[in-house]
């Protein structure tokens, strides 16, 4: 399960954030993870002081330090000791707001983080949700080749030696740019999204059976290859024999792939001989396009020819 520090949190966004840290170094080490196994569900990662159901990190701007001062010394005392009694990891000053010495002392002695920041609250908080949802997204590998093809993330999978490396650099050298060849590292950073990414050791690279490993940044340029993109579309390369027995011709019903509970569309391509397998994908591609502005072809087909049939009765 994905998690991060709050150390790494720190250095990540320290500059973006203009943050500082005031105390509670040793709680460096803290964990943020959303493994349900290892923190109640009830529990946010970032949100303002709560201390009904506490958020991982607790974020304090205007109105949450004006409330604390407002309080009476033993109600603030108790009040405080509730707060770090709960699954803190670290506490955001926000608003270049000033800090209490009992806040400070508590951080100290609880081992909890205690940061400060001059942006306003909400703005630290979007930030810090849109970060610790791409460190902490549920990920997985899938092996194929993963490629950008008309601003859509399309995945090419099928068996070993089915010419996904050859098609992946004919759709290169057509304009289009890769991703990641071999080992497509697959995150959840949305209820339905997931975005592909290329290991380090792997990024740039390209493997064709008969030329090697080729350096598709150093042949192409820089704009043959992405950082990231969302999947959108799966094209599995079939044998012709395979892929033509149960084939539905008017393709009733789109077929789907299932990923980190995600449905991914998927389309099955027939791998034979004198297929231009580029302009299919292409073609595919286009057409998932079309689809998503509500334009379908095979409906639109069968309804002219349902109209056909209704006017020569």
Not at 52 to 75: F, T
Not at 241 to 260: F, G, K, Y
Request: hydrophobic share 45%.
């Amino acid at each position: 399960m994905p998690q991060i520090t709050v150390r790494q949190l720190f250095i990540d966004n320290a500059e973006k954030l203009r943050l500082t840290w005031v105390a509670g170094q040793s709680g460096a080490n803290n964990l943020l993870s959303n493994d349900s196994h290892q923190q109640k569900p009830s529990l946010a990662l970032v949100g303002h002081l709560n201390l009904v159901h506490p958020n991982r990190i607790q974020v304090l701007g205007i109105a949450e330090i004006a409330y604390l001062k407002s309080l009476e010394a033993p109600e603030l005392k108790k009040s405080v000791a509730h707060l770090f009694a709960s699954d803190m990891a670290a506490m955001i000053v926000a608003n270049a707001q000033g800090i209490p010495d009992i806040l400070r002392d508590a951080c100290e002695r609880s081992h909890v983080p205690l940061l400060t920041s001059p942006e306003q609250s909400p703005y630290l908080m979007d930030v810090l949700r849109f970060y610790l949802a791409k460190a902490l997204a549920v990920s997985t590998n899938m092996h194929g080749v993963f490629l950008d093809v008309l601003e859509v993330g399309v995945l090419l999978t099928g068996e070993s030696a089915m010419g996904k490396s050859e098609l992946a650099l004919e759709l290169i050298s057509r304009g289009h740019g890769l991703v990641a060849d071999d080992v497509v590292e697959l995150y959840r950073i949305a209820p339905d999204t997931l975005e592909g990414r290329c290991p380090p050791l792997l990024r740039d690279f390209l493997e064709v059976r008969g030329l090697g490993v080729l350096n598709i940044r150093t042949i192409f340029g820089e704009t043959a290859v992405r950082p990231r993109k969302n999947l959108k579309l799966i094209i599995h390369l079939a044998k012709a024999s395979e892929a033509l027995n149960p084939l539905d011709r008017l393709q009733m019903q789109a077929a789907t792939q299932e990923i980190l509970s995600v449905e991914v569309r998927k389309v099955v391509l027939p791998v034979a001989a004198g297929r231009n397998l580029a302009v299919l994908v292409e073609a595919a591609v286009r057409n998932y396009i079309l689809q998503l502005r509500g334009i379908d072809s095979t409906r639109e087909f069968i309804e002219r020819h349902q109209r056909f049939m209704e006017s020569s009765e």
